[in-house]
């Protein structure tokens, strides 16, 4: 399987996590988007399946944090989320088109597919076909990459030509809850990165000594979440490039 190598645009610039969020830009809307886009930081937006098949920009599978609504953002159309207001502004939901459209190539982009399966495992391949149609004819510095492994393989499978990675870490805590143990070490040992094309991993930032060997072996090695110079240090120790929030990294 040819893998798509990363865009030398992801490592040069930070990722603004859920674009540049703050308060009355809520995480992962247009406004969030715009704002880092004029500041000149790359992008990590997260997407999650509508009820009609579309890529829609949201992180969470449910609405209540993040909304005055309540319920499965799978139990909405497309149509019925971009009406949906982000809590504390004017934002709405916004599709996958209309944030590629926004961006234009400007900086690069890097977007996290949600676990559509609950188990960290399997995949309809609908949202990573919505992703590609989405993409399609699109320009600029772009990557796609998930938790789940299978949507990973399902991306190569969908899209190619599109640089694709792992999303990785410790898998410990309340999140790890509920997987089988076989399961927890495959993915703690990144075990399936050579079985479904990646070709880049985005780690948690105090774990990258696991990720050591990859990045000898010459994988790009990205990370996750860095939300202040000094977690920024330790970042730049064991990886190329950082993902961040609540404060401004140097562009340089």
């Not at 209540?64 to 982000?86: D, F, H, K, N, W």
């Amino acid at each position: 399987m040819a893998v798509p190598p990363l865009p030398p645009a992801f490592t040069a610039l930070p990722l603004a996590h859920r674009a540049l969020h703050r308060a009355g830009r809520p995480e992962n809307s247009l406004a969030a988007v715009a704002a880092a886009v004029a500041a000149g930081y790359g992008i990590e937006i997260d997407v999650q399946g509508s009820a009609d098949g579309a890529a829609m920009v949201f992180h969470d599978d449910r609405l209540e944090r993040l909304t005055a609504e309540a319920g499965p953002v799978r139990a909405r159309t497309a149509a019925e989320l971009e009406r949906i207001r982000l809590c504390g502004s004017d934002e709405t939901v916004p599709r996958l088109e209309t944030v590629l459209a926004a961006v234009a190539g400007r900086v690069p982009l890097l977007i996290e597919l949600k676990d559509q399966s609950g188990r960290m495992g399997g995949s309809d391949g609908v949202l990573e076909g919505a992703v590609a149609r989405a993409l399609a004819g699109y320009g600029g510095p772009v990557a796609a990459m998930s938790f789940n492994p299978d949507v990973v393989a399902a991306l190569a499978a969908a899209a190619p030509a599109l640089p694709r990675g792992l999303v990785t870490w410790e898998w410990e805590g309340p999140e790890a809850e509920g997987l089988a143990p076989a399961d927890l070490a495959r993915l703690r040992d990144i075990a399936d990165f050579d079985r479904v094309g990646a070709g880049f991993v985005s780690h948690h930032f105090r774990d990258l000594d696991r990720v050591r060997p990859l990045r000898a072996a010459g994988v790009p090695v990205l990370c996750w979440t860095v939300c202040s110079p000094a977690d920024e240090a330790v970042a730049r120790a064991g990886a190329d490039g950082i993902t961040f929030e609540g404060y401004l990294p140097p562009r340089a």
